[in-house]
């Protein structure tokens, strides 16, 4: 029976939601990965620190380095909204799934919610340097300032936590529009229209 389903395009338009919803599942665990790396060049070789776990420059908590830890004082409003948006855009997603049936319409509205919402967190997901920078330099003076957080910025990059996120939620957004055109959504909508 799953065979004839994916043998049609509605089929494969169901299984490219899915996928499209496990990539944006996958992209709430990726920030336990490292959140920033900070190069300092030196007369030798560089010193490397990675900084970690991506979840405590968005909800606050420990910043573990190879060296120390360090407790944040602020959180990335950035990365914060930006994991919101693909768990809403997970959301929207799954809930398209009781629609795709009798009300094909409503489904089509979720999907189109859900494209939204995960383009709009993995943008964010992808430009939270500066953001990062700035909690990871408040934990480590345990205060702010801004030379310092310049500093910081100038000598970090954004690592798999956020990179990771932003990547896999592209990617579901890829396979969500994709979804759209190849079950007949789009022609669907496109009929209703002109009706």
Known sequence: MIKTLLKTDKGRGVGLRLIASLLLFICLFMPFAEGLKMTVPSSGDDVITTYGP???????GSLVSEHATYQTRGISVVGLLGFLFLLLSLAAVASSFFFIKDRRKTAALLIGVSIVLGLAGSIMMLSTHQNAAAVLADALISGHSESVVNTVTK??????????TGIFGLLSVVASVASLFLDGTVDFLKSQIVH
Do not use: R, V, W
């Open 155 to 164: 000598y970090t990059s954004l690592q798999f936590g956020f990179i990771g």
């Open 54 to 60: 991506a979840f405590s420059f968005i909800f606050g």
